[in-house]
């Protein structure tokens, strides 16, 4: 073979994890890539074209290749920081073997071929997992799901020992293609499982909080109003915080605060404590809300706002009136971004809880139009237990109105 070992990065993203690294590269930084995933703080000079590429610092790292001769390594780094045919062409030529089948799923990943190349057991461990890994992906563009499924495996299977990071890596992206195609299932638990404990040796935080939130998913899908696998979500979407920030995962932070509200939200109340969570809850989804902007992202912003104001009117409080009011504030921010014509089942959920909250409020009058209305929109959507119980709690208004003039009590619960 020309290159020391045709050993690309992989791991990390491209067109760093294009790169080989110099045969001079000492194992231990060499182990540090490949075994854990993570790039040193400090590296050899020869290795600074990597570093500057792994920054983003396309144009450096060219720089920093520029007076590094003309090694079969060097002019292999050149073309893939600045891809041209005539480069592949000279590069083909002066390879045969492993170092060609490099080159030419180099080529395949940069657009400059339209075929991967077929492996060879001679194929060494990482090469051979890298060469799988690209196999996979053009397998699902051609929608071959299971074949790719089976590319991801064998790519785990080959960079196990030399690459546990990329191994580890891969045998997420299969477990997320296996939750795709048969959904949440105890299976698919089990397989999130394997693939934490695969990260579990490696410095890739995020992938790792990614698992994490992914399996708090799958929980809670598979949950209904269990506590014990809401216990088990509520576990893993704190995992997931725990690495997750507003700061430098905004979106991933966001859906985590949003779902480990929830998950507390649908545990029952049994225990006089079981109060508390719905407090945590309510603090939950407001820092989910926090993130998201209302006018570049209105759907996630409707869709935390809505979940905010329903946990406030069932959050403990010493004056429940001020977290009544603030949801049915919510409930109309809510309805000033959803469209009753383009979406009429969200905006009647919306109308019929700000029309709850009201009634909880003793505002009869203006929760008995919201009420009517969300009702008619629920039974022209063919929601007709929604609708049922939206009769359910204007009976209880008009009984209440009958009685009293000027009622306090609140209908029962019918938030939809």
Same mark, same amino acid.
């Given at each position: 073979m020309l290159f020391d070992a045709p050993q690309p990065l992989g791991i990390v993203p491209p067109p760093a994890g294009y790169l080989v690294l110099p045969p001079t590269t000492?194992?231990?930084?060499?182990?540090?890539?490949?075994?854990e995933g993570v790039w040193p703080a400090e590296v050899p000079e020869e290795c600074h074209f990597v570093e500057q590429a792994h920054a983003g610092k396309v144009d450096a790292a060219r720089q920093a290749l520029k007076d590094a001769g003309s090694a079969l390594w060097v002019r292999y780094n050149r073309f893939v920081l600045a891809p041209d045919a005539d480069t592949l062409a000279a590069l083909r030529a002066a390879t045969d073997g492993a170092d060609r089948r490099l080159v030419d799923t180099v080529a395949y990943l940069l657009h400059l071929d339209e075929t991967v190349p077929e492996p060879s057991a001679d194929d060494p461990p990482t090469l051979a997992a890298f060469l799988a890994a690209t196999r996979a992906g053009a397998l699902l563009e051609d929608g071959r799901g299971d074949d790719a499924l089976d590319a991801y495996d064998a790519a785990v299977d080959a960079a196990s020992e030399e690459a546990p990071a990329f191994a580890a890596r891969h045998q997420l992206t299969a477990a997320e293609l296996r939750l795709q195609r048969d959904g949440p299932s105890p299976h698919a638990i089990a397989e999130f499982k394997a693939a934490l404990d695969a990260l579990d040796t490696t410095a890739l935080d995020a992938v790792r909080a990614e698992a994490w939130l992914q399996l708090g998913m799958i929980y809670h899908d598979l949950a209904g109003d269990r506590r014990g696998p809401l216990q088990e979500a509520v576990r893993c979407y704190q995992e997931a915080l725990g690495v997750f920030s507003r700061d430098t995962h905004p979106e991933a932070f966001a859906l985590a605060q949003n779902n480990l509200g929830l998950a507390y939200l649908a545990m029952p109340l049994v225990k006089a404590d079981d109060q508390l969570r719905i407090a945590v809850a309510v603090q939950a989804l407001r820092e989910a809300r926090s993130v998201y902007d209302r006018e570049? =992202?209105?759907? +996630?912003? !409707?869709?935390?706002t809505m979940n905010l104001a329903n946990a406030l009117q069932r959050a403990p409080s010493s004056t429940p009136e001020d977290h009544l009011w603030q949801a049915v504030h919510l409930y109309e921010d809510v309805l000033d971004v959803r469209d009753p014509e383009q979406?009429?089942?969200?905006?009647?959920?919306?109308?019929?809880? =700000?029309?709850? +909250?009201? !009634?909880?409020?003793?505002?009869?009058?203006?929760?008995?139009?919201?009420?009517?209305?969300?009702q008619a929109l629920f039974r022209a959507q063919g929601h007709a237990d929604a609708a049922d119980a939206l009769q359910d709690t204007l009976d209880d208004i008009r009984t209440r109105q009958s009685d009293d003039p000027s009622p306090h009590g609140a209908p029962r619960e019918t938030t939809v």
């Open positions: 000492p194992d231990p930084l060499r182990q540090s890539v490949l075994q570049t =992202q209105p759907d +996630a912003w !409707a869709s935390t979406n009429p089942s969200a905006y009647a959920r919306a109308l019929a809880n =700000q029309g709850t +909250a009201l !009634a909880h409020l003793g505002a009869f009058s203006e929760a008995v139009p919201r009420l009517t209305e969300a």
